[in-house]
């Protein structure tokens, strides 16, 4: 029964054999003080707990099913939470009265399975500190009661790998990882964590090369906790090694069971009698030969063989040997650990969420790209192609437009009140060319030059105009006062009435379409309420500065607006209805107007607001100015 291989399983000091006396004793002193020796190791033997009774010895506080009323968490249960199996290849135990008996092929069939692949531990990589194939649990039964547990760690906790699994990376922000025991004999591996705001120096030390970019730091104050505790992974065939015969040692299994809890099987046995026991039962045996540990009760995660978990704090309370730390529990709350760092399951959730928005996104752009692509037009149609044919002879005053551009239209309108020589030069707003660039940097239309001269912005070109003193005045000639009240309205246009025109036309959630439509309508109605009374045109019966410069906008509210997003027509009879009539009949207006179906295909990039549509509808999507 002295058998070496046995003994060094279950780890226990083989005792001295009796010839290795005789070679110490020189004299009866030695002899004797050898034979002391002898006793006091083999009354040490006698009384030394094994692993398992360390865990489960009375007064070890180790948790039990009655501790955790509400934890109704089996293997059963587990599994439409989970996105995988875990596979059970652990030993068979029956029970016979109070005895359990361990098949032996089973046995043999553990210890095969943990000499290839079953003692690897579930942790891998940055030091062992993290679970591998880590289980799709999102929302457990009783999550916070586990957390509140899992966090204060005042008494010794046994959980299966299913249930390690499932709590673990719902708590693994409170700690972090500090190293990894391993053990030649022994099929199990200790992990010991710190509380993550005991704080750890900066791993990566800082540069002095002044070409490196310098990381932003921010460093957290250190030793604000002393919890540690252990996490002891017992591999799968734990049980089965403990003892490969039947025992009969009085543990009465049904007084495991919860009545409270139907189902719930007993997952945290405690032996009460199992250390007085295994005393009595080495009194009973010759020397050197030692009763093997009896095998894990049923109902513990470990009887058939399976992996489980035990963990205890071991800071300043002895566990782990040294009894140096600092005593006690955390120095802060749960909350403040979820402050400082998010657990797994949320940072796997947070990922899915960034995932599934990236997802999204490339849908609705794959969509749209599958969409036919109505171009814009680069050449004016109706009545505005006649007027383009007839400037487009050279001329020293210059206009660079593009055809469906209100801002281009303002000014256009103004050349054609006042009768000025132009040519008009037809720009593709995508392909700038060098002539326009010359003329405005940022490339944008209406542009005009005169000469070696040149200047952009349509209400500054419409104001150039005015004062070269050429054909019709817009502006009253000689009345400072009105000249200063039409600038007022034609920047309160600018302002308020444009931009809320194309906020309506991008915007693509219809509650608030009907929100920026209503705040159109009211701009309009301050603009009507400072015009004249009769009109119809805003100073009387004439085109004036500011009819020039809402003309576009009121074309466009029927031919863009009303096609896209139902604009009304005007109340019949109304001042608004007379006004937007006057603009539509008049001859200058018209021969800037192209048909409607330029303006319909030409809009759509705005009315989908297709990105990069333009530097305006980028502006307005940003809550910015016009450009």
């Keep these: 029964m002295d058998n070496p291989e046995h003994l060094r399983a279950l780890d226990i ?168 025991q391993h053990y030649k004999r022994k099929p199990l591996v200790s992990h010991y964590w710190d509380c993550r705001l005991k704080g750890r120096p900066p791993g990566t030390p800082k540069s002095d090369d002044p070409n ?33 015969e039947t025992f009969t040692h009085g543990f009465d299994a049904s007084s495991l069971a919860s009545e409270s809890l139907p189902g719930v099987h007993a997952l945290f046995p405690v032996l009460e009698n199992h250390g007085a026991e295994q005393a009595v039962s080495r009194e009973n045996q010759h020397f050197g030969v030692l009763t093997p540990n009896p095998p894990l009760p049923e109902g513990h995660p470990g009887a058939n063989g399976q992996r489980f978990f035990t963990i205890q704090r071991v800071n300043g309370n002895g566990a782990n040997g040294k009894n140096d730390g600092v005593g006690g529990g955390h120095r802060h709350t749960l909350e403040e650990s979820d402050r400082v760092k998010k657990n797994s399951v949320q940072r796997y959730l947070l990922k899915e969420a960034r995932e599934r928005k990236k997802t999204i996104s490339t849908q609705a752009m794959s969509v749209q790209d599958q969409q036919p692509q109505k171009s814009y037009h680069t050449q004016a149609t109706g009545h505005a192609a006649v007027t383009v044919q007839n400037h487009s002879k050279e001329s020293t005053l210059k206009l660079y437009g593009s055809c469906f551009c209100p801002f281009v239209q303002r000014v256009w309108i103004a050349l054609e009140a006042k009768n000025i020589p132009y040519q008009y030069i037809e720009v593709d707003p995508y392909q700038k060319p060098p002539e326009l660039l010359e003329v405005n940097p940022r490339g944008l239309v209406p542009a005009l030059r005169h000469g070696n001269w040149g200047s952009y912005e349509s209400s500054v070109l419409m104001e150039y105009l005015e004062d070269l003193g050429i054909g019709l005045p817009l502006l009253p000639p000689g009345d400072a006062q009105l000249r200063a009240h039409c600038r007022l309205w034609t920047d309160f246009i600018n302002r308020h009435v444009v931009p809320s025109f194309y906020r309506v036309l991008q915007e693509q959630n219809r509650e608030k379409q009907i929100l920026n439509a209503q705040e159109l309508k009211d701009a309009l109605t301050t603009l009507v309420s400072a015009a004249h009374p009769q009109g119809p045109f805003f100073l009387g019966p004439n085109l004036s500065f500011v009819d020039v410069q809402i003309a576009p906008w009121i074309l466009r509210l029927g031919r863009v607006l009303k096609p896209y997003r139902g604009w009304p027509d005007p109340e019949v009879g109304s001042r608004w209805a007379a006004w937007v009539s006057a603009v539509e009949d008049d001859k200058h207006v018209k021969a800037t107007v192209s048909t409607d179906e330029l303006y319909i295909d030409s809009y759509e990039r705005y009315a989908q607001n297709r990105p990069n549509t333009s530097q305006l509808a980028n502006a307005i999507n940003s809550g910015r100015g016009l450009p």
């Design 13 to 180: 000091p083989r005792p001295l054999p009796p010839d290795s006396l005789s070679c110490v004793a020189e004299d009866a002193s030695t002899l004797a003080a050898a034979q002391e020796q002898e006793h006091q190791q083999q009354q040490r033997r006698d009384h030394q707990p094994t692993p398992i009774q360390e865990q489960h010895a009375p007064g070890n506080n180790v948790v039990d099913a009655q501790s955790l009323p509400s934890l109704q968490l089996t293997a059963a249960n587990l599994e439409p939470y989970s996105s995988q199996k875990l596979e059970r290849n652990g030993p068979s135990v029956s029970r016979a009265g109070d005895s359990y008996t361990l098949a032996r092929d089973d046995s043999s069939q553990v210890r095969h399975q943990c000499e290839n692949d079953s003692d690897v531990s579930i942790f891998t990589s940055k030091q062992n500190g993290y679970l591998r194939d880590m289980l799709s649990v999102l929302d457990p039964p009783d999550l916070d009661l586990w957390r509140e547990r899992l966090f204060n760690v005042d008494e010794t906790i046994i959980l299966s790998e299913e249930q390690f699994r499932t709590y673990f990376p719902h708590v693994d922000n409170i700690y972090s990882h500090r190293s990894t």
């Design 212 to 244: 490196k970019k310098k990381r932003k730091r921010t460093a957290r104050q250190r030793d604000l906790c002393d919890v540690k505790i252990k996490i002891t992974e017992y591999f799968p065939g734990y049980g089965a090694m403990l003892g490969p």
